[in-house]
């Protein structure tokens, strides 16, 4: 990139064009396009599947202008948008071409989604003759790319926040329409303007770009001086402001699930088991710097702690009440961290991520096994978990009958959301408190270098022990509210795959990081729960997004201060490769 | 330069506005001529509802004229047991396309939900579809975990769901509790199953010493469960009952353990995978050469011959008996062909496919109408109506649904198959079937 | 050097336990072994079978592993995508092999009709293992160590599902190659064909591996590479291309491990490479991550210790269904190989440097 080259803009252009184009004929293939084609980003104006073609087209010729701006010594706007209009246009023509040749070929032989109804799509339902709307549309949206940089910063941001919105809204608006819809008449009708049953309806999109736009100028023209103003502010004013925010989100998280419906609840729940886990992990992986890629286990014998001692299914064994199953539950965790910790203590580096990930494994399996199914009930799992109960838990009378509750049972994720939110903080401020104190101090320095912290007489085994065990008591927390959430417990939920989940929030959000974690479990857990509606291209989208923030922000979403240093002192090492 | 530049800018946007209409007009012409009906929508809604009084105990969902009738599918879309759910999806979607996309004169809108196979899957796959009150019924789950975990709030939201492919007994046990008033299913219950196939293998094949395999599923595991404890009550002996790992390839260590204990007769009630793998490797194992061999309706697809290649011919299959089909399931295949392009992926689309008609019938049964085109749907009503489905001709079978929630058919019969290529699979075909129905 | 007395009681039972461990798993496999070989269940034509089972298991994770180990030992990062570029070896070699087949030209000419789709599979996979190095991985090489692994992750994420949608989630059927029908009987035992051929292709296909690592100019600049960039660097190596070239032939190895996968199991879906990639990261770890013979040995090892061990060490201790709890004795023996090496079996070399 420092070196000038001498390459021919139309040329780059060409290429920029051509790899959009790919990326479109990829989405298309792997059958988005037809699926999105359903859902509308503003109903009776453009899909979804529309949408996302035109957005690659037009970050096509945007992406050329720029650079066609870098490789020319005196770039003009009109060789931008020439750039633009043949970046576009290519992007278009890949995918007129991949219609003509499907006319001939049989792709389907080998693309399964190379469908009838993708040629219905890409054609505007115009048979072959369609095939010309698609280049001239890629080369005008290619063109308004390449006129985005032109545009005065004041109106660009504004519509580039508004349009990215809209985006946003599309995807979730089937969700904010059943919530609004939940709110009785008024929210009916509220909810059905702004809201079809596919996406946003024409005045609902109006009312949004307009709003956001607007609230995106004000931004960018006095967010300046707003900051200044609040950071002016006198200490107790400061304070005021804290205390007020914090009144607010206190207010909503209470009232939310009320508001919301049992789902956004069930997700948040959801979310805060995982942020118990990543707290957790967060101390083994996070502090001390152990990669541990079965932390699974622990949740599951949280899990199973609890099941086995609440039960009224047949494999109950003592039928005592949640409150005290949970702490057996982390004891037991905290036990299983020990005996995970001493064998491994030896093992350094990638040869703990396979060593944790197989004790990962055997634990499943030996739950979900013909061995054990007296005691854990093989792949029938345990069922009949009691719910927890505020109040006075009557007395067992037998199998498959729940004990009933005088009081507050917890029964759906609407209640249950609050023990998981107040698990959440409660571990959340123990980890913060770890963190200051000397061991985690001691973790730290494990992390950065064993053998230097073993020379200034840090207690390895100790320490390392201590971080397995607290960070498996934390997991097992998560493990004992999550079998009381689902009220049954299988093997099978305790998949490889939710280690590697906790693992990757625990990165994506900033590794060390307390905040990172809620952030991460959020971005990674939340966020595609509510994108259930996308079900086929929920994992495909995580991958791609996982290789993207690692990308674009390797050291996580909200990094720690240290971690922040670090990278930012290896960037400038880089700096001649980046 | 600044000025004129804005100039081309807005007329390209006023192109490119231009051309995105043209090309949406095409695409929404049916849905244009609709928008009228839809700005005088409010005042046509405010009469009705005075006329139609909902009484119904768990609601009423009201469908204006240009609101689509909003239906949802809940299962495994995503992982190792994918095929699974994406069959009986494709079963719904035929379903809908066989009325026109068009009930009572709504579009029919399908919502799927991702339910991953496991209880938490299920229940935050059903939460959603609870809080969602647009939604008249719902098709689904596919794994039995996913009910486990997700029927509680399905029947608090006063909402139906018919199972295309549970077969765990005790999900339509007679003391299943009161979460489970709100599902039914077209699935056959494990218990039938496990029965007839002991007893064809006792009595039909005369065989005395039978060995199981399963995977650790609940299905598999239960299923052989129920043989063995048939089999030998008949008088067998079962001399060896092993398990492999969902995720195994290598059979041949597990089948030379069993070859040590010369059973005559294998029964691994599995799924395609391990199915396969099993068929395939069972005949290179010494001692094995003549064993004979019974899957069961997990395995009952052209899949499971794809993967077993030529050894799978002989091999015994229980499944639902398609003599009983009373529907045209020749048709169904030929439909899944043109749309989807290629084989079905498992056993259940055509129990999906009765599962999403006998809805449809519930529907059209209790559904109250108003001249406008507003459609009422009474949800105590609907699920009544659908418990009480009576002898529906269905593609599986002349479907009658129990109190405790069985639509199934439960007439097993054992197949074997005569045929190693996939594409010659056609259970019901009147003169050459494959595979070919050998008992009852 | 002062140490409390709770820090030596702590150390007493950490040594205690580990001990503890060591001889209660060795205890349990000798036990088990003792009471199996003396109930006499099978003939020792059936153990022999055992073993070869697992040899030819054992011979796919090998191939897998290379991949995994040549990643290790240059970049020092677990390439968690590497299960899944095997999975896009069988699907390509699927696709060539069906249409060989329905020309007939397979059954004219076997020989070629096995090698043309095995050649497709490793371009294929080498191809898209050097895309997803270039995008995934390169920009990421001075992050710090588990950025890198979350991208895999996410690259195998994207992989499995792409293909998902480019080819359902049905199943496909490699077609069966008439001339590897059957087998020979040896010494009573019977060998199929198709053990012979994936054994004598994984050995050919290994030392072809090892001649190119120990003797050619690329195997010599990887060789340099993985024991100091910088210095490689400085020595005129073009550090980029070899790990580029790294990756392909890892991934070359992988795409032909899965044409042999699906030779002997037939069987070709989107999510065939997440358990063989994870054996084959065991097998790697097993032999000593970042050691070529490591990789094999390690492979070799694991398949015969999954085939034989249910029925050798779990029968024994009257264990019901042991064959479910086959991943169990490879991760418990995995567990136990680094308690005795903690860098697995030939792992000395790397294990000084600092992972």
């Known amino acids: 990139m420092n070196e000038i080259t001498k390459e021919n803009f139309l040329w780059s252009a060409l290429k920029i064009g051509l790899l959009g184009g790919a990326i479109a004929l990829f989405i298309c293939l792997i059958g988005m396009t037809e699926i999105f084609s359903k859902r509308a980003v503003i109903e009776k104006v453009i899909t979804l599947g529309q949408f996302v073609l035109l957005a690659i087209s037009v970050s096509c010729g945007l992406i050329a202008a720029r650079r066609t701006s870098q490789l020319l010594r005196s770039p003009s706007a009109f060789s931008g948008l020439t750039a633009g209009l043949v970046a576009g246009l290519t992007v278009g023509l890949v995918l007129a071409l991949f219609i003509l040749a499907g006319d001939k070929i049989n792709f389907r032989a080998v693309f399964l989604n190379a469908s009838p109804a993708l040629y219905k799509v890409l054609t505007f339902e115009k048979g072959i003759g369609g095939a010309w709307i698609l280049p001239a549309a890629g080369a005008i949206s290619g063109l308004l790319g390449a006129a985005f940089p032109l545009i005065p910063t004041s109106v660009r941001r504004p519509l580039f926040h508004a349009v990215l919105f809209l985006f946003f809204m599309a995807l979730f608006s089937g969700l904010f329409r059943v919530v609004i819809i939940n709110q009785g008449e008024k929210g009916e009708k509220i909810a059905k303007y702004l809201f079809g049953q596919t996406g946003m309806t024409v005045p609902g999109a109006s009312i949004f770009f307009v709003l956001v736009g607007a609230i995106s100028a004000f931004w960018s023209a006095f967010g300046k001086q707003i900051k200044t103003s609040a950071s002016n502010l006198p200490k107790g004013g400061k304070i005021g402001l804290r205390v007020v925010a914090i009144v607010i989100i206190g207010i909503i998280a209470l009232g939310l699930p009320r508001v919301s419906g049992p789902f956004i609840a069930q997700v948040i729940v959801i979310v805060a088991l995982y942020i118990l886990m990543g707290l957790g992990l967060n101390v083994t992986l996070g502090f001390a710097g152990l990669l541990d890629l079965g932390f699974v286990a622990f949740y599951a014998i949280g899990a199973y702690t609890v099941g086995l001692l609440t039960s009224y299914g047949p494999f109950g064994m003592q039928h005592i009440s949640f409150w005290a199953a949970v702490p057996i539950a982390v004891l037991v965790a905290m036990c299983a961290g020990f005996v995970l910790g001493l064998p491994v203590l030896g093992v350094r580096g990638d040869y703990l991520a396979i060593a944790t990930l197989g004790f990962g494994e055997i634990v499943r399996l030996l739950a979900g096994s013909d061995f054990l199914i007296n005691y854990f009930g093989g792949p029938q799992g345990v069922i009949g978990i009691q719910k927890p109960c505020i109040g006075v838990l009557e007395a067992f009378t037998k199998i498959d009958v729940p004990r009933m509750c005088r009081g507050i049972e917890l029964k759906d994720p609407q209640d249950i959301y609050y023990l998981a939110i107040f698990s959440a903080i409660l571990i959340a401020f123990v980890s913060w408190r770890l963190r200051e104190s000397r061991l985690g101090r001691a973790w730290m320095a494990i992390r950065e270098d064993e053998d230097v912290a073993e020379a200034l007489g840090i207690n390895l085994i100790q320490t390392k022990l201590l971080a397995y065990m607290l960070g498996a008591a934390m997991a097992g927390l998560g493990g004992a509210i999550f079998a009381t959430l689902i009220g049954s417990i299988f093997a099978s939920s305790m998949q490889l795959i939710v280690s590697i989940n906790v693992v990757a929030l625990i990165i994506v959000g900033g590794m060390g990081s307390i905040p990172g974690v809620i952030v991460g479990a959020i971005a990674l857990i939340g966020l595609p729960e509510l994108l259930r509606e996308v079900s086929e291209f929920r994992y495909l989208l995580y991958g791609a997004v996982l290789i993207i923030m690692m990308l674009v922000k390797p050291e996580g979403l909200w990094p720690s201060q240290a971690a922040k240093r670090e990278l930012h002192h290896l960037d400038a090492e880089a700096g001649t490769e980046l | 330069m600044n ?438 | 050097m002062r140490t409390s007395f709770g820090e030596r009681m702590l150390d007493l039972v950490v040594t205690g336990f580990l001990w503890g461990i060591r001889i209660a798993i060795l205890l349990a496999i000798v036990i088990g072994t003792i009471v199996t070989v003396s109930k006499g269940h099978y003939t020792s034509e059936q153990w022999i079978g055992f073993v070869v089972f697992g040899v030819a298991q054992g011979a796919i994770y090998a191939l897998i592993a290379l991949g995994y180990t040549m990643v290790y030992g240059i970049l020092r990062m677990i390439n968690f995508a590497h299960g899944d570029i095997f999975m896009t070896g069988a699907f390509g070699a699927y696709f060539v092999a069906t249409w060989l087949n329905t020309i007939g030209f397979v059954d004219r000419n076997p020989f070629l009709g096995l090698l043309i789709p095995v050649l497709f599979a490793m371009i294929l996979a080498a191809a898209i293992a050097m895309l997803v190095e270039r995008i995934a991985y390169r920009p990421l090489r001075n992050a710090p160590r588990l950025v890198p692994l979350i991208s895999a992750i996410g690259a195998s994420f994207f992989l499995e599902y792409a293909f998902r949608g480019f080819f359902g989630p049905g199943k496909y059927a490699y077609p069966p190659i008439k001339a590897l029908d059957g087998g020979w009987t040896i010494f009573n035992v019977e060998i199929q064909k198709v053990q012979v051929l994936v054994v004598a292709a994984a050995a050919i296909m290994m030392a072809i591996l090892y001649f190119i690592v120990m003797y050619t100019k690329v195997g010599k600049a990887m060789r340099a590479v993985s024991e100091s960039q910088d210095t490689a660097a400085l020595m005129g190596i073009d550090v980029n291309r070899i790990i580029v070239s790294t990756f392909a032939l890892g991934a070359a190895m992988a795409g032909a491990a899965g044409v042999l996968f699906s030779l002997v199991y037939r069987q070709i879906d989107f999510f065939m490479g997440f358990t063989p990639g994870i054996k084959a990261f065991t097998a790697a770890v097993l032999g000593g991550i970042g050691n070529i013979p490591g990789a094999m040995v390690g492979g070799l090892v694991l398949g015969v210790f999954e085939s034989i061990g249910p029925s050798l060490f779990l029968e024994g201790l009257g264990i019901p269904r042991p064959y479910q709890l086959k991943d169990v004795i490879a991760y418990t023996m995995l567990v136990m190989i680094l308690l005795f090496r903690p860098s697995g079996i030939l792992g000395e070399r790397l294990s000084k440097k600092k992972a």
């Open chain 2, 3 to 440: 000025k004129r530049l804005f100039t081309l800018l807005s007329l390209l946007v006023i192109a490119s506005m231009a051309l995105t209409a043209c090309g949406t007009a095409a695409t929404q012409a049916p849905a244009a001529t609709d928008a009228p009906a839809a700005t005088d929508a409010p005042a046509a809604t405010d009469a009705p509802a005075a006329a139609y009084e909902c009484t119904d105990a768990l609601g009423c969902v009201k469908i204006a004229p240009d609101e689509p009738l909003h239906m949802a599918f809940w299962g495994v879309l995503s992982g190792a047991d994918s095929s699974l759910g994406e069959d009986s999806k494709r079963g719904v979607e035929i379903a809908i396309d066989d009325k026109g996309g068009k009930l009572l004169g709504h579009d029919i809108l399908l919502t799927t939900e991702d339910a991953l196979c496991t209880p938490e899957g299920g229940a935050t796959a059903a939460s959603k579809l609870a809080t969602d009150t647009s939604i008249v019924a719902l098709v689904g789950s596919t794994c039995s975990d996913e009910t486990v975990g997700g029927i509680a709030a399905i029947t608090q939201a006063g909402l139906t769901t018919i199972s295309p492919s549970n077969t765990r007994p005790a999900l339509t046990d007679p003391n299943r509790g009161p979460d489970y008033a709100g599902y039914l299913r077209t699935a056959h219950s494990d218990a039938f199953q496990g029965k007839a196939v002991a007893e064809f293998a006792y009595n039909f094949l005369g065989v005395r010493k039978a060995a199981t395999i399963h995977d650790g599923s609940a299905y598999a595991q239960a299923l052989q469960q129920v043989f063995s404890d048939n089999f030998k009550e008949l008088g067998g002996e079962i001399v060896a009952q092993e398990a492999v790992a969902k995720d195994a390839t290598d059979m041949k260590p597990v089948l030379t353990t069993i070859a040590a204990k010369q059973p005559e007769f294998i029964y691994y009630p599995v799924f395609v995978a391990v199915g396969g793998y099993i068929t395939a490797q069972v005949r290179d194992v010494p001692g094995l050469e003549d064993v004979k061999l019974a899957g069961s309706d997990g395995i009952f697809s052209p899949d499971f011959l794809k993967a077993s290649g030529p050894n799978v011919e002989g091999v015994y299959l229980s499944s639902p008996d398609f003599s009983a089909f009373t529907g045209d399931y020749a048709g169904f295949l030929k439909k899944h062909e043109a749309k989807y392009g290629g084989s079905t992926l498992s056993t259940f689309h055509a129990h999906a496919y009765d599962a999403a008609n006998i809805i449809f019938a519930a529907l059209e049964k209790v559904a109250v109408v108003e001249a406008d085109g507003t459609v009422y749907v009474p949800r105590q009503a609907l699920r009544d109506a659908i418990y009480a489905t009576k002898d529906f001709p269905g593609i599986t079978g002349n479907l009658s649904c129990s109190p405790s929630g069985d639509c199934g058919a439960p007439v097993i019969a054992v197949y074997q198959v005569v045929n190693a290529d996939p594409a010659s699979w056609n259970p019901a075909d009147p003169t050459n079937p494959n595979p070919k129905k050998v008992w009852p």
